[in-house]
């Protein structure tokens, strides 16, 4: 099983159920500070595709999905595909970019992660690759010529979550992003793809997030 040098950190902290049962106020404080602590990071980013740096946006998804009460059904560990074109610069710069800041973001909750960079293809090919890497949630970058609609089918059949930080990305179905307001980071979520990929989101995480309706 993936294990990572920080590891030991957690064994110090007791087992899965003790860590389990970290409140949820506190992980709810500790995402209102990251949001403080981002919004400074948005500053010249807007009018890009993504407004919120990479890294921001990977900080975001650990923390985001820390907030799904059915995240056991992800077995021991969570394996994240990040959904790229090789072609397109702005997407192979994001996936490069998230696969770099997915060291400094090796677990969400007690879970490990492992990061897999996939490469966009037709939805057949996208589908068995997914499957293939068994692959939990999927990071989607900035698409060029892609039907996102394609994508959200092929995630929804499989029941995975998934993010973005494409706010548009969001309203045509994938089930969380990041976007922003000015300079300060936005937690987005699609509250029926979540249900649709089988999240449970807890309560705090809706309270600080914006929901965002299917186009």
């Keep these: 099983m993936y294990r990572s040098p920080g590891h030991s950190r957690y ?19 500790s995402l209102l500070l990251a949001l403080g602590l981002c919004a400074v990071l948005t500053r010249g980013a807007v009018g890009q595709e993504m407004s919120v740096p990479v890294p921001t946006q990977v900080s975001f998804l650990t923390r985001m999905l820390a907030f799904d009460r059915n995240l056991d059904r992800m077995g ?8 790229y074109q090789q072609r397109f610069r702005p997407s192979l710069n994001a996936k490069n970019a998230v696969l770099a800041a997915g060291h400094e973001h090796p677990w969400i909750a007690d879970l490990p992660v492992r990061y897999v960079a996939t490469e966009m293809a037709d939805s057949a090919q996208l589908h068995r690759e997914l499957v293939r890497h068994g692959i939990d949630v999927l990071y989607v970058t900035p698409l060029r010529a892609v039907a996102v609609e394609d994508v959200v089918a092929v995630c929804r059949a499989l029941r995975l979550l998934s993010f973005t930080g494409v706010p548009e990305y969001v ?23 979540a249900r649709a990929s089988g999240a449970e989101l807890s309560s705090e995480l809706l309270k600080l997030a914006r929901i965002v309706e299917d186009r």
């Design 76 to 83: 021991e560990g969570i394996v994240v595909g990040v959904l």
């Design 171 to 193: 309203r045509r179905g994938l089930v969380m992003g990041v976007g922003s307001r000015g300079e300060r980071p936005v937690m987005l979520v699609n509250l029926g793809a």
């Design 11 to 29: 064994a110090l902290e007791g087992n899965r159920h003790t860590l389990r049962v970290k409140s949820s106020h506190t992980r709810g404080a």
